[in-house]
């Protein structure tokens, strides 16, 4: 087996890809994430054992997040890369043996590597599969794959210049935790709650970042339409990388649009200020390669979800930033004060031509929850008197398998007496849906980014305690959730560890799960997968 990787939807087979990634991402590269991730280990081992006070580590702390988050499935697909990042956290964690005497660790701190060979060589004996229990594989690798996605909110909070410093003590403890053999699977059933109780601190610190940086979301209006001017295309999530491209477009006449996750940008006050940030130009992900061939001038990763291109043209066209990465294209680093020098991407543009048009009309989002709970009072009302049934949470990630019309086709056959509640890339299934309003409520209210998620539990622990209930469970609000990504896993566990139950994930369960561990899902918290639209439906309001 040349490798082996089970952490996305879309793994080989729903057992894991053992020769390349559906992703696309090579043996080579699949290799060096997990070598990656088995140095943080090491690094965790020391920082637990010298009992290193996080606040302390900043700048190490800084390179963990981005270590974690370079393996998040679509982010970064540069074998170099990836190489030179395992160099330097191995470098680090020198630093910190020398500074604090732990010579004595075991292996995971310890080894040491001294060309590609040799890191390819070490990787093929600590990847996933090493762990034989096929029950603690799967709970350490859910913890691991809910610690990537942790990761993620915690680092563009960081970019912001926000941080808790309980939320990376934890992902230290974590990451050791997942070497410890003396731990029993109660153990690490209990280790994966708290990683999505630490989910929760990390995407509530996220939206205080954004929020205090950017504005409250609001009610917005985006065009997805095309203007006649060159252009630039941002997809990713990072807001900060946003923030200095159209600082450093404004009066060049060159347009902004967004891609993919990064449409709620257009919700932040903030950004309206911008003339040339005009709209969202396309749909989720997975739909990039023949979008950026029409699109035609450049785009700007900030994170992930990359397809590997197709054609040559296109891949000339695409830069990179932050954890994103991909061979052969253009890597913006940030200064030692923060900042990006755009300005080759502003160039190439100038020397393009503008957009194809693909699609008119618009998207209406901003839902967050401090707009949602400016409606309470016509959301109660709306529930009390039976305009409104039921809310349905369809949030999280879209992706390619033919198996995800589902929620299309869900969305479109619930009652017009429902209400979606959506963030993350899944919405780009029936967003652009007419589905209509119930009163001035429209049926579909987008919270943002899957980033933006912490919104929707807000949301509703604020209804339960308008209603005076008890129970998270009790309020007529049911989670029919779409995953992809290590994003989507830190939201479904910070679910559970806010109580909800009787999750509906989907088109198919984590293939991470092990027949006994999703046993322990299944009784404990009632989670399940999907049948048909009318079926579940017919589950869900009955």
């Not at 989002?365 to 309470?376: C, E, R």
């Not at 709306?382 to 995800?404: E, H, N, P, Q, T």
Request: charged share 20%; glycine share 8%.
């Amino acid at each position: 087996m040349s490798m082996f990787c089970f952490q996305c939807q879309e793994t080989a087979g729903n057992k894991g890809c053992t020769i390349r990634g559906v992703c696309g991402k090579t043996e080579d590269v699949a290799k060096l994430q997990d070598l990656l991730i088995y140095t943080l280990k090491g690094i965790s081992s020391i920082v637990r054992k010298s009992r290193i006070d996080v606040s302390a580590i900043s700048a190490l702390s800084h390179q963990v997040l981005s270590s974690l988050f370079m393996t998040i499935t679509n982010a970064n697909f540069d074998a170099s890369a990836i190489s030179a990042q395992i160099r330097k956290m191995l470098a680090l964690r020198d630093e910190l043996r020398e500074s604090t005497g732990a010579e004595d660790l075991e292996d995971a701190a310890m080894f040491s590597v001294n060309s590609l060979d040799d890191m390819l060589e070490k990787a093929d004996s600590i990847g996933v599969l090493s762990t034989g229990n096929e029950d603690m594989r799967s709970l350490r690798e859910m913890i691991i794959y809910g610690l990537k996605g942790m990761a993620a909110y915690a680092e563009h909070a960081g970019n912001i210049g926000r941080e808790d410093h309980s939320v990376m003590t934890f992902i230290y403890e974590a990451l050791a935790a997942t070497l410890d053999d003396s731990l029993s699977v109660d153990d690490l059933v209990a280790l994966t709650l708290r990683t999505g109780e630490h989910g929760v601190k990390a995407m509530a610190l996220l939206d205080s970042a954004n929020t205090s940086r950017y504005g409250n979301p609001e009610i917005t209006k985006v065009d997805i339409g095309v203007r006649g001017n060159p252009a630039i295309l941002i997809s990713g999530h990072d807001l900060t990388d946003l923030e200095q491209l159209l600082e450093q477009t404004a009066g060049t006449g060159v347009d902004i649009y967004t891609h993919g996750e990064m449409l709620p940008a257009h919700y932040y006050p903030a950004f309206r200020k911008y003339e040339n940030f005009v709209g969202n130009y396309g749909n989720s992900w997975w739909k990039q390669v023949g979008e950026f061939e029409s699109f035609g001038g450049p785009v700007l990763f900030t994170t992930n979800c990359i397809v590997p291109p197709k054609s040559e043209e296109v891949r000339t066209r695409i830069f990179t930033t932050g954890a994103s990465g991909y061979p052969g294209c253009p890597h913006i680093v940030a200064g030692p004060n923060g900042r990006k020098d755009f300005s080759s991407i502003i160039e190439m543009a100038k020397q393009l031509p503008a957009p194809q048009e693909i699609e008119t009309g618009s998207i209406i989002g901003g839902f967050a929850h401090n707009q949602v709970l400016a409606l309470a009072d016509k959301i109660v009302e709306a529930v009390s008197s039976g305009k409104i049934r039921k809310f349905f949470v369809m949030a999280g990630c879209d992706g390619r398998m033919r198996s995800r019309e589902y929620y299309t086709e869900f969305a479109e056959k619930l009652p017009a007496d429902t209400v979606i509640l959506t963030a993350g890339c899944a919405k780009y299934r029936y967003i652009k849906s007419n589905l209509g309003s119930i009163g001035d409520i429209p049926r579909v209210l987008d919270a943002g980014q899957c980033n933006d998620s912490y919104s929707l539990a807000v949301i509703a622990m604020k209804l339960k305690e308008v209603f005076g209930l008890s129970d998270i469970n009790e309020l007529p609000i049911a989670f029919n959730i779409a995953w992809y990504e290590q994003k989507a896993v830190i939201v479904l566990l910070a679910l559970l560890y806010l109580g909800v139950k009787n999750i509906h994930l989907g088109p198919t369960l984590p293939g991470f799960l092990s027949p006994n561990v999703a046993k322990v899902l299944i009784e404990r918290f009632g989670i399940a997968g999907i049948g048909t639209a009318e079926d579940d439906i017919d589950l869900f309001l009955s």
